[in-house]
């Protein structure tokens, strides 16, 4: 069997939501004042708006009639601020590998796809959060070919 890159369909909602929850657990465990542990990280009516609308897409990696990654993007406009050149993007709020299945490639057809449809919608560039501690996802995101472009800083008030 090989691998094969779809777009996400309802019945693919529990499957979708199991990956994602690996690495919910992997951020609520180094971020715990950040993350929660959670049973559904992704909830039903986010997950339908996907298939909704255009300017959004759910892409899943099915090996063997399993679905072992996943990957979740939408069109954005840059904030209109005089200061800022207007452009629009897409913008990933997921990918994830079951971890079974890292680091065999599934991460980047997930990758090859949202970027061929981003590009299909006139996207200018292809953005995304990684955490700082999250070094392995930060190691793939490079091998993709992506860089950093900004940084999120923060100072604990708390204390």
């Given at each position: 069997m090989?691998?094969?890159?779809?777009?996400?369909r309802s019945e693919d909602y529990e499957a979708v939501n199991a990956i994602i929850r690996f690495g919910q657990e992997e951020h609520a465990a180094a971020l715990p004042t950040h993350f929660a542990r959670l049973d559904r990280v992704v909830a039903m009516g986010w997950y339908r708006s996907y298939s909704d609308q255009m300017n959004k897409v759910i892409w899943v990696a099915e090996f063997s009639g399993q679905v072992v990654g996943v990957a979740m993007l939408e069109m954005k406009k840059s904030p209109?601020?005089?200061?800022?050149?207007p452009r629009i993007y897409a913008y990933m709020n997921e990918l994830a590998v079951s971890p079974d299945f890292q680091r065999q490639g599934v991460g980047t057809k997930l990758y090859q796809?949202?970027?061929a449809w981003a590009r299909e919608q006139g996207a200018s560039s292809l953005e995304l959060n990684v955490w700082e501690f999250n070094e392995s996802a930060i190691a793939f995101y490079q091998s993709v070919g992506m860089s950093t472009l900004n940084r999120t800083m923060s100072s604990d008030l708390s204390t």
């Open positions: 090989e691998l094969i890159i779809r777009r996400a209109s601020y005089e200061a800022l050149v796809a949202s970027a």
